[in-house]
Each structure stands twice: as C-alpha cells, then as structure tokens.
C-alpha cells in the first residue's frame, strides 16, 4: 500500500480513466514550469518532474484506499462501553479539487458504540483515505461520517474539521488566519441535544494553537 511509484490497484479511482503513464505526468509538470515562466531544463528544475510526480504518488494515495475495508475489524468485548469514543486533533492534510493547493487543518472523529468498538487508529486512517484525494472540505467531511456510520452502524457519528485552505490564505483573496470548521451529525448527535452538547464539550473550545498552513 505504501509503494506510491507502483500504480497498481488504483481500485477507488474513476474507473473510466486510464492512468497516464509516468512519462506523460512528468511532461505536464514540464508544461507546468514553463507555463508559470521558468526553464524547465536549467540544473535545479531538471529533476523538479521527478519529484512531482512521485510527491503527487503520496498527496493523492488515498485513491488507492479502501476506506470500508479500514473499519470492518471490530472489536465486541467492550464491557458495555457505550458513551462516545472521540478521537480529537487528527492532523489532516488535504488538497483543493479546484485549486491543486494544500488544505491544511484537524479533524474530530467521534462515534457512540452499539456493542462493538474499532481500533482508533483506523479512523485517522479513514480521515487519511478520504483527504489524500483531491477535496472540498464539506465533501471530505460527509464521506468521512457517512463510511464511519455506514460500518460501524453506532448509534450516533460525528466529524468535525477545522482547516485552513491555502488556494484562500496564498492566492486569491489572500487571508491568511482563516480556518474553515464544518460538521457532519448523524443518529444521536444530529437528533439529541445533550448528546450534541456533551460532544461539543468535549471537542472543547481549548483555544487550540494556530493552524500549520
Ligand atoms: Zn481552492
């Protein structure tokens, strides 16, 4: 799964797109170069291809993800365990499908178990799948909570992201300190308000540092 140069699987993307070989990727990074004004040849850029396309290997392996696959190993002696499970800061890294450019910021993952729990560490994995893909953040949170709840069938799940889109902070309007936070509520977060309070409690308003754009 981490070998981002062998295109192998490449199960989750369009099916109806043939890949373009590595050869072709690094000619448009060469288009690239010139088109932004600069000599695609002299001595620094002459590898610049290389890389690009293997960075773009890692920004985007979640197309070769199964975000389903992640969560289907549970775990059903939990004791009874039945308040949320929340897993708070997970870093996540994504990019603008309009702008190419990295969306920076955190997600909150959180679930209220019925009978069975899954190893957190999957749900970052499922956050990554989802964010190594080229996203807009609305999108990217409602597929995270939509799989999560799909899966697992809890009794309630919850995303919540909060991120700094650099096509905004960089580019265009130009400002910076912006963050986006959107939410995605389903089952006993969406239609219980004490469920939704405490939820939000815990997310907690802890004047969290700057985001890293
Ligand atoms: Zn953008």
């Keep these: 799964m981490n070998n981002y140069t062998n295109p192998a699987p490449r199960a989750f993307r369009a099916a109806s797109l043939a890949r373009p070989s590595e050869e072709e990727a690094q000619a448009a990074i060469r288009t690239l170069i ?16 290389k890389r690009v396309a293997k960075s773009y290997g890692e920004f985007f392996r979640g197309y070769d993800e199964d975000p389903v696959a992640l969560l289907e190993r549970t775990f059903e002696e939990v004791e009874g365990y039945d308040e949320i499970v929340l897993l708070r800061d997970i870093r996540l890294e994504s990019h603008c499908e309009h702008h190419m450019v990295p969306i920076i910021g955190r997600a909150h993952v959180a679930y ?8 957190i560490s999957k749900l970052a994995r499922v956050v990554d799948a989802y964010a190594h893909r080229l996203q807009i953040q609305e999108k990217l ?3 995270i909570c939509n799989t999560i709840n799909e899966v697992l069938a ?4 919850a995303v919540i992201i909060e991120a700094a889109h650099e096509c905004m902070t960089t580019r265009g309007v130009h400002k910076p300190g912006v963050s986006m936070v959107t939410s995605r509520m389903l089952g006993a977060f969406r239609d219980d308000p004490a469920t939704r309070r405490e939820l939000l409690a815990m997310v907690g308003h802890r004047a969290p540092g700057p985001l890293e754009a």
Excluded at 154 to 157: L, N
Aim: glycine share 12%.
């Design 34 to 49: 010139r088109w932004a004004g600069d000599d695609p040849e002299r001595e620094g850029l002459r590898d610049t291809p």
């Design 112 to 119: 209220l178990p019925h009978r069975r729990v899954v190893g």
């Design 141 to 143: 949170t409602a597929q």
């Design 154 to 157: 809890p009794r309630g799940t």
